[in-house]
């Protein structure tokens, strides 16, 4: 039988070990447990029905209800992971699930569908999705022509489609798309913003219920263009243009939005007018695909804390939404449950929850949740 002395020093390892795992976090003057922290839940989703199979995650939100909405690709699965629906069947397992999926919090699956239909043009590379509070459905893509984005109900019954599946007319373009990344609902005045996006390089808002332009704007509130942009530079002055893609959109409730420059490793903050407020830069050094991915607003009254997402470094970071400063991080590349391979799009709920989606091989989705006091 173990000593007292030899079980107490047992105990203080696997504390230690258990917050390590948790989250790490740099010196703070504002008390550590007033700072989002967080575990993975490894048990979260739970296996699919049919047979189904995830390919990558295009796009991963949460509803007013706390309910989770996932849009994958079914086109980026591998014939060995769909081979249970080639003909003929080349193994067991697997076939693919439909592109939109919506989980409860303990990850049930509630409903599924998506993909063509009567009535409008399903994109080709499924990316992004938003629900509103109303109880629509908005999913984008950013294949080549994937110049639109589409509005459904919640049961998947479509309403409204901006822009076309057919080429893009540029980043000045009222009518037409250019690979939208990601949307956001301002539901007081009744509108989208749209990332757009992996052809654009704008932020561009229109009504929500009719579809109709209200305006748009580029990096620093610039008129955007469509320039050839030389690769980016670390050593170089920032530029005055987004890169492709401008990955992400977020409004907080002070009427602040947030732009993800994904390739120029920094955050936009602007008025909803596209005035410019300021910016923040992330691991200027990154090269390949950027530092900075997608972003979500923390849920407490004051949205104190804003959490990054990396796809390049493979990490989350917690940054002070005061003044962008990083006050932890959580995650590296891996494949384990808490590590990411290209983690892409990520979203938070009322009580605190992260949830996670991973593209290239990646292909899942994973859930944080909260283990401090972030919310008290």
């Not at 999926?101 to 599924?112: H, I, K, P």
């Not at 992996?198 to 509130?221: L, Q, S």
């Not at 007018?273 to 979500?296: M, R």
């Amino acid at each position: 039988m173990a000593s007292p002395t030899h079980r107490t020093r047992s105990l203080r390892i696997l504390a230690a070990a258990l917050t390590f795992a948790a989250l790490s976090f740099a010196p703070l003057p504002s008390r550590a447990a007033d700072i989002p922290r967080f575990q993975v839940d490894a048990s979260w989703p739970k296996p699919l029905p049919n047979n189904w199979i995830l390919g990558q995650v295009g796009g991963i939100t949460t509803d007013k209800d706390g309910h989770v909405w996932v849009i994958h690709r079914p086109k980026s699965l591998t014939d060995d992971e769909k081979g249970a629906a080639l003909n003929p069947p080349r193994s067991k397992c697997c076939v693919s699930a439909p592109p939109v999926l919506e989980f409860d919090t303990d990850g049930n699956l509630l409903r599924s569908w998506g993909g063509p239909g009567e009535g409008y043009e399903w994109v080709g590379r499924e990316h992004g999705i938003e629900v509103s509070d109303d109880g629509f459905v908005w999913v984008g893509g950013n294949l080549d022509n994937d110049n639109a984005i589409l509005k459904f109900t919640t049961d998947g019954k479509f309403v409204m489609q901006i822009g076309k599946i057919a080429p893009s007319k540029g980043s000045n373009d009222t009518t037409q798309l250019g690979k939208p990344a990601e949307t956001a609902i301002d539901k007081d005045a009744n509108e989208i913003y749209v990332a757009d996006g992996y052809g654009n390089r704008r932020v561009i808002v229109f009504d929500a219920t009719t579809g109709a332009y209200k305006r748009h704007w580029g990096a620093y509130g610039n008129k955007p263009n469509d320039d050839k942009q030389a690769a980016y530079d670390p050593n170089a002055p920032v530029s005055q243009q987004f890169a492709n893609p401008v990955h992400c959109v977020k409004i907080a409730n002070d009427g602040l939005v947030y732009v993800c420059d994904r390739i120029n490793n920094r955050v936009q903050v602007f008025k909803k007018d596209g005035s410019f407020v300021k910016e923040w830069f992330y691991e200027k050094a990154t090269l390949g695909n950027g530092a900075v991915w997608d972003l979500a607003i923390w849920p407490d009254p004051k949205q104190s804390w804003l959490l990054t997402a990396d796809g390049e470094n493979n990490e989350i970071r917690v940054l002070n939404r005061d003044d962008g400063k990083v006050v932890g991080t959580f995650g590296r590349n891996g494949r384990q449950a808490g590590q990411f391979h290209w983690i892409h799009a990520m979203a938070v709920d009322a009580k605190g929850n992260v949830y996670t989606a991973e593209v290239d091989t990646g292909k899942r989705i994973q859930k944080f949740k909260l283990v401090s006091d972030a919310l008290k």
